[in-house]
């Protein structure tokens, strides 16, 4: 199955910064999603971006696509302490088996 | 409350003790799959439903069994579990579609294997 990974591992912020996270992936998709874990919870679902799309939006949120680069970027704007959390990409394409990337620990201090 | 509810959260057992973590979800949903999740892994597909009596294998189904006769539940069995089973276990669901569509999840069950 295809491979997520996100960077950086780890970010660590000041509240009211922007977090940008990367996901990159090995063949092709057709969709791409993003999700955040509080620790030791579920996982929340946040943004699903299609192949044949290149930008969405959703609050502070905004998701790019590149399918040319096989990459991903979420980025999180004027982030608050309640952002820290892991974030994580998935991808599939076609199999309806998913493969989740190993996430990026977010912390933004008060 | 659309949700999906794990049974038990927490579960230490023995080597061998035949267990079954439950998943229900209340939002008609036709497919539900079953994740663990372990430090360093990420997340990985266990076995998924597309329906009622439909299941397949994901990436790691190895020591585990799953069966689907109602829509709503989807329980993950293990035969004989071993410690390397010991993991953060989470069931999901989404509706069907020509893609695999935004999940939801369960609060997670973290299984224990002595």
């Known amino acids: 199955s295809q491979q997520g990974e996100e960077d950086p591992q780890a970010l660590s912020i000041q509240e009211g910064e922007n977090a940008t996270m990367n996901c990159s992936y090995k063949?092709?998709?057709?969709?791409l999603q993003w999700y955040r874990q509080n620790s030791g919870r579920g996982l929340v679902h946040l943004i699903l971006?299609?192949?044949?799309?290149r930008e969405k939006h959703s609050g502070r949120l905004r998701v790019t696509l590149d399918t040319s680069k096989k990459s991903s970027s979420l980025l999180i704007t004027a982030s608050r302490a309640a952002d820290t959390a892991s974030y994580f990409c998935?991808?599939?394409?076609?199999?309806?088996?998913?493969?989740f990337g190993r996430g990026t620990s977010l912390i933004v201090h008060p | 409350e659309a949700q999906v509810t794990q049974n038990p959260r927490y579960l230490i057992t023995v080597t061998g003790k035949k267990l079954t973590v439950t998943c229900s979800q209340n939002m008609n949903h036709e497919y539900m799959s079953w994740y663990r999740q372990d430090p360093g892994l990420g997340l990985r597909q266990i076995y998924y439903?597309?329906?009622?009596?439909?299941?397949d294998k994901g990436d790691v189904p190895e020591g585990y069994k799953v069966s689907r006769k109602e829509k709503r539940n989807f329980p993950l069995i293990l035969e004989s579990p071993s410690p390397n089973q010991t993991s953060l276990y989470f069931c999901a669901s989404s509706f069907s579609g020509d893609t695999w569509n935004e999940q939801f999840f369960g609060p997670g069950t973290r299984l224990t294997v002595l």
């Open positions: 998935a991808t599939e394409g076609g199999s309806y088996i998913p493969t």
């Open positions: 971006i299609r192949s044949n799309e």
């Open positions: 063949t092709s998709i057709n969709n």
């Open positions: 439903s597309m329906n009622v009596e439909v299941t």
